[in-house]
């Protein structure tokens, strides 16, 4: 899968994507990753998929589908 390099991951695409927001915060922590920061701003893509996770992936393969 090829990630636009300015494509911005948000909560809301979180959520989307099924995943709790409570426990986001923990997973952004876990993976060494600024949370309030992704808050603020969200946060590349191609920084998510970094993180190497197969929920990280998810929520961008979701976002590419949503447009």
Known sequence: MEIPPDLIITMDDICRAGYCARK???WFREHGLNFRHFMKNGIAATDLAAAGDALAMK???RKLADG
Do not use: D, G, L, Q
């Open 59 to 61: 929520v961008i393969e």
């Open 24 to 26: 986001t915060p923990i």
